[in-house]
């Protein structure tokens, strides 16, 4: 029993650190610009495809894949950001809707380029760390964890130590003061666009040999964010990772326990609790960020 | 050919003719204004009167609907906010604005985004902390968690931070007790001795004008008056209208 636990949670680790990349990269682009970003998920399908695409048909090395996903699914925001959001700024509703055209974009593009037939790919190493007869970890899911702390501590020190990301805080929390502050909002909108789409390409990546890849895998992926960014409070990053683990470790022990749709279930009355108790989020205040 | 009578060289500042509407409606018409290189100007009037308007205007905050705005010679009113700071001029915005989720450092650091002379902003800083102590004691205290006469030196500290040429202060007295607003008005007469000059926006009539070495009346819009401050504290009009006398 011990150790069906601690399997468990290893599971649930692992689930926990790419559902956090996703849900980081969400709530920072809804804290700088505003914006709910429907095509999220696409951003973590575009990422799994570079992997698909660089490591597994074209033979480059895993984690060159993986950079590459995160650089060009950045890069792919940063365009979004200018065509889509900039000219919709002052219209909310308008990037909502723009960003669910671009979803479909994206998914169309990808049924056409890469088909609808599911990818599977060899993983890109075979290792598993033992702990015990029955607890284990395969590495391919380590790189997973490690990618995440890595980079959600990088984005930590980037928005706590740097100008920019001072820059970027004082944008999310009071666009006009931070303009005051001589903070251009496009260059913050094009900074939070890159670093929250980049997240959400990796996160795709790093677990492509782990899952199916195919063209509308983003769309239970952003559910799942969206239930996490609502649990944590809609404008904290904080609050985004630790529902992230709260979500993960409540979804898998069910899912493990019981069963899936059970633990869907659950994680979506989790949410519903929350709302109920406090309407904001466990860190979220009333305002965006 | 013609003098430009734009070009006079005695203002910092100047509105010529400018307009702002809010989705068609009119906030401020026709607005000419001058703000010397030194001293207090400060912008009296009721409320809705125009005076936000006109500030934001010229921080590149509202886009003018006509006329135009020079800051030391060179047209500012097409200017983004971001490149308006860059020429020097800091506005403290109605209500503070301070980053709430931010340390009372961080807010200060933030007002010198634009500078890249770090030994300069760390003296700045020590300036800063010199003339708001209390601002020194909650260094690492959220901007959020500090009280209202806190927020307004915190958001004062933060435009001097730019090393401002010119300071914008839109109500800095509001919502705080008598003291503090004493006190405010004493810190603003000292920025303004050391060489910056100040335009103050400001409802309480009586305390602009003791300030002031000028003033301008707003009303619905409309510059009704101007003249020096002293002169206007004994103006018919102003003193029943806004000094309650
Ligand atoms: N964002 C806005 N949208 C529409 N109308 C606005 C907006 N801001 C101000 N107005 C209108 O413009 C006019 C001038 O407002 P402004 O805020 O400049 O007045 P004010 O003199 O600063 O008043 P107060 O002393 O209350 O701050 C008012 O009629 C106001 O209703
Ligand atoms: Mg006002």
């Known amino acids: ?289 | 050919m013609q003098p430009d009578p734009l070009s006079s060289e005695s203002a910092l500042l100047q509105i010529v003719g400018a307009s702002v509407n809010y989705n068609k409606v009119s906030a401020v018409r026709n607005l000419n204004m001058k703000i010397p290189h030194g001293g207090i100007v400060t912008i009296i009037g009721a409320n809705g009167a125009g005076k936000t308007t006109t500030l934001r205007a010229i921080s590149g905050l509202s886009k003018l609907s006509g006329g135009e705005i020079r800051f030391d010679g060179g047209r500012i009113d097409n200017l983004n906010p971001e490149q308006v700071v860059a020429r020097g001029i800091a506005h403290v915005p109605e209500g503070r604005r301070v980053f709430p989720d931010m340390t009372v450092e961080e807010n200060l650091r933030t007002g010198a985004f634009l500078r890249r002379d770090q030994e300069a902003i760390e003296s700045d800083l020590s300036a800063v902390f010199g003339r708001f102590p209390r601002l020194e004691e909650r260094r690492s205290q959220l901007a959020k968690t500090m009280s209202g006469g806190e927020q307004q030196m915190l958001a004062i500290g933060r435009a001097l931070m730019a090393k401002p040429r010119l300071l914008l202060l839109d109500e800095p007295s509001m919502g705080l007790a008598p003291v503090i607003v004493e006190e405010m008005g004493r810190i603003v007469v000292e920025i303004s001795r050391e060489g910056v000059p100040v335009v103050l926006v400001e409802q309480n009539a009586e305390l602009a004008l003791g300030l002031a070495d000028y003033a301008y009346v707003l009303e619905t819009g409309n510059l009704v008056l101007e003249g020096p401050a002293k002169e206007l504290h004994e103006n018919d009009h102003v003193r029943r209208a806004y000094l309650g006398l």
């Open chain 1, 1 to 289: 029993m011990l150790e069906l636990l601690a399997q468990t949670a290893l599971n649930a680790t692992y689930a926990a650190s790419y559902i956090a990349l996703v849900a980081v990269g969400l709530v920072l682009i809804f804290g700088v610009m505003g914006v709910v970003n429907f095509a999220h998920g696409e951003l973590y399908m575009l990422g799994a495809y570079a992997v698909v695409a660089l490591y597994a048909d074209a033979g480059f090395p895993f984690f060159l894949a993986a950079a590459v996903g995160l650089i060009f699914v950045g890069i792919v925001g940063i365009g979004m950001e200018r065509t889509l959001f900039r000219p919709l700024r002052d219209n909310p509703l308008g990037g909502l809707v723009a960003s669910i055209g671009f979803l479909l974009i994206l998914q169309s593009l990808a049924s056409v380029w890469f088909g609808v037939r599911m990818e599977h790919i060899p993983p890109s190493t075979q290792q598993i760390l033992r702990f015990s007869d029955s607890v284990s970890l395969p590495v391919q899911r380590l790189y997973v964890i490690v990618g995440a702390v890595i980079l959600l501590t990088a984005l930590w020190l980037f928005l706590k130590r740097s100008r920019f990301g001072w820059a970027l805080r004082a944008s999310a929390q009071d666009p006009e003061a931070a303009a005051l502050q001589g903070i251009s909002i496009n260059q913050t909108a094009r900074i939070a666009m890159f670093i929250g789409a980049g997240l959400a390409g990796v996160a795709g990546a790093l677990t492509a040999p782990l899952v199916r890849t195919f063209p509308y895998m983003g769309h239970s992926v952003i559910v799942t964010a969206f239930i996490v960014i609502i649990v944590g409070g809609v404008g904290s990053l904080e609050g985004a990772v630790l529902a992230a683990v709260i979500y993960a470790f409540v979804h898998t022990f069910v899912t493990t326990f019981f069963d899936g749709v059970i633990a869907d279930i659950v994680g979506l009355s989790l949410m519903l609790l929350v709302l109920i108790v406090k309407p904001t989020g466990m860190f979220g205040t009333a305002d965006r960020a």
